[in-house]
């Protein structure tokens, strides 16, 4: 198993920046990608952001050039920088893990934290 523990999320205005941080521990030789997924009230969970261990990198078209995702591999942490947010920013942020286990596929989910962008 692998466990995801986040943090960083907060209140800011828009045009503000934040940085969220997501550590992973357990199985984490077996993890293959790490990302950012969010869901505002009301609205479905939606994929953000995701880096692979290769350093891939792929972003939703609404916050490409506005975040960047990056990894510590010395600590097993993911960042997201959030930089020039807008009020439609505002989510639970969730921190995931794609990777395999004895051959099946799995997908763990940290507990989410939650940003505000106020206008």
């Known amino acids: 198993q692998v466990q995801l523990v986040e943090s960083g999320g907060g209140s800011v205005q828009a045009g503000g920046s934040l940085r969220l941080s997501c550590t992973a521990s357990?199985?984490?030789?077996?993890?293959?990608?790490m990302g950012w997924s969010r869901q505002a009230p009301g609205k479905q969970r939606e994929l953000v952001a995701v880096?692979?261990?290769?350093?891939?990198?792929n972003y939703k078209d609404s916050v490409k050039g506005r975040f960047t995702i990056s990894r510590d591999n010395a600590k097993n942490t993911v960042y997201l920088q959030m930089n020039s947010l807008k009020p439609e920013d505002t989510a639970i942020y969730y921190c995931y893990a794609d990777g395999t286990s004895y051959g099946s596929p799995y997908r763990y989910w940290g507990q989410g934290t939650q940003v505000t962008v106020s206008s």
């Open positions: 880096i692979t261990t290769a350093g891939i990198t």
């Open positions: 357990g199985s984490i030789l077996s993890i293959k990608a």
